[in-house]
């Protein structure tokens, strides 16, 4: 399970389908979670600080999954289309839950939303910055975003792949230099004998 960000509820496309922005930070990849137009207004509304006069289902709920005690909140696996999310207990019971209503428990006991890798690999996307902000008042501005390394720049055509090889060639130890044959440094490591 991966700790994933929560960037608010935006209403996108010609119908104004309510979107959980969730962000998968350690690769800049976005989690799209769609949900029903009352759980959107519950969420914007307590991520805006509302707090009700009388607890509600979401807030009972967590009042008594604290009491219990919660050992993990998130996105498990997905079915033909559908996440599904589980509440971990201490004792290790899993409860099942609609995603809206596990990422408001997880919010009001302050614990971090997860979703398994699987998941994020198979339904996250990374998108430009220039697009965030377009689309979806966003921006990142992460190194290696499309911005800094356009598809005009790009040798692939995928600045976000080009970016994450880069990457993970620095992490093995690899450099421009070792690529590009190590000009100026021609046989300081051969021995020939």
Not at 49 to 74: M, N
Request: glycine share 10%; charged share 25%.
């Amino acid at each position: 399970m991966i700790p994933v960000e929560f960037h608010g509820v935006r209403r996108t496309g010609p119908e104004d389908f309510y979107c959980v922005v969730l962000r998968w930070a350690e690769r800049n990849r976005l989690l799209p979670l769609w949900v029903a137009p009352a759980a959107a207004a519950e969420i914007e509304a307590r991520a805006a600080g509302y707090v009700p006069r009388r607890p509600g289902t979401v807030d009972l709920l967590a009042e008594a999954l604290s009491a219990i005690g919660v050992e993990k909140v998130g996105i498990t696996s997905a079915f033909e289309g559908v996440f599904v999310a589980e509440i971990t207990l201490s004792d290790g019971t899993e409860v099942d839950a609609r995603p809206s209503d596990a990422l408001m428990v997880a919010q009001l006991l302050g614990l971090p939303f997860s979703v398994s890798e699987d998941v994020l690999t198979q339904f996250s996307f990374f998108a430009a910055d220039s697009a965030l902000r377009e689309y979806l008042g966003l921006s990142f501005g992460e190194e290696g975003a499309e911005d800094a390394h356009g598809a005009e720049d790009s040798a692939s055509g995928d600045a976000q792949a080009d970016a994450d090889f880069e990457r993970m060639m620095r992490e093995l130890g690899v450099s421009e230099e070792d690529l590009s044959g190590g000009e100026g440094d021609e046989g300081d490591d051969n021995d020939e004998g």
